[in-house]
T-cell receptor, first 115, second 113 residues
Framework: AQSVTQLGSHVSVSEGALVLLRCNYS??????LFWYVQYPNQGLQLLLK??????LVKGINGFEAEFKKSETSFHLTKPSAHMSDAAEYFC?????????????FGQGTTLQVKP | EAGVAQSPRYKIIEKRQSVAFWCNPI?????LYWYQQILGQGPKLLIQ????????DSQLPKDRFSAERLKGVDSTLKIQPAKLEDSAVYLC???????????FGPGTRLTVL
């Protein structure tokens, strides 16, 4: 069965510092990979996704993620954190074989940005 | 373009009571999902519809949860009777097709006392 592990339930960075949120997946076949952001009392918003092709994926708000098959990872980065980036971030996978679009989410990482 | 609508936004009930949530997906989206998000966890899929048919309900506790999407548009999720462990945010999402980007509604926060 597929699973997603997000390392670190809380990450704190200073404004302007690099943001790195870690995600590893477990799957016999590389799945589709996603990062979602959730602001307080709101639904989830897609930041970026990897389906095929270039392994470095650029998303909204200056975020990007790199799919590394050998490491079964899909870490999310942003060169310079902004106060507005403070939110909950979820990594998710979807099984290529079943093709249903069902998402399996990690536990989430809360990003705190300090002034 | 209007997003995914959900109501109510908040609901407080006592255990053993019944509750229903409503979701209206983005117009034209064939696929609709209900997720349960318990505090401190990622969302977990409860049920997926393709038009008015069920694609996946393997994690739906069918002894107490039910869902329908009769006309292939809006959907309702019901819990009866509710248990304390059902306290969570219930998220509805829709996509144009099964593998398309999922757009999430704001969720319904359920508190069971």
């Amino acid at each position: 069965a597929q699973s997603v592990t997000q390392l670190g339930s809380h990450v704190s960075v200073s404004e302007g510092a690099l943001v790195l949120l870690r995600c590893n997946y477990s799957s016999s076949v590389p799945p589709y990979l996603f990062w979602y952001v959730q602001y307080p009392n709101q639904g989830l918003q897609l930041l970026l996704k990897y389906t095929t092709g270039a392994t470095l994926v650029k998303g909204i708000n200056g975020f990007e993620a790199e799919f590394k098959k050998s490491e079964t990872s899909f870490h999310l980065t942003k060169p310079s954190a902004h106060m507005s980036d403070a939110a909950e971030y979820f990594c998710a996978v979807s099984d290529r074989a079943s093709n249903t679009g069902k998402l399996i989410f990690g536990q989430g990482t809360t990003l705190q940005v300090k002034p | 373009e209007a997003g995914v609508a959900q109501s109510p936004r908040y609901k407080i009930i006592e255990k053993r009571q019944s509750v229903a949530f409503w979701c209206n997906p983005i117009s034209g989206h064939a696929t609709l999902y209900w997720y349960q998000q318990i505090l401190g966890q990622g969302p977990k899929l409860l049920i997926q519809f393709q038009n008015n048919g069920v694609v996946d309900d393997s994690q739906l506790p069918k002894d107490r949860f039910s869902a329908e999407r009769l006309k292939g548009v809006d959907s309702t999720l019901k819990i009866q009777p509710a248990k304390l462990e059902d306290s969570a945010v219930y998220l509805c999402a829709s996509s144009l097709v099964g593998l398309g980007t999922q757009y999430f509604g704001p969720g319904t926060r359920l508190t069971v006392l």
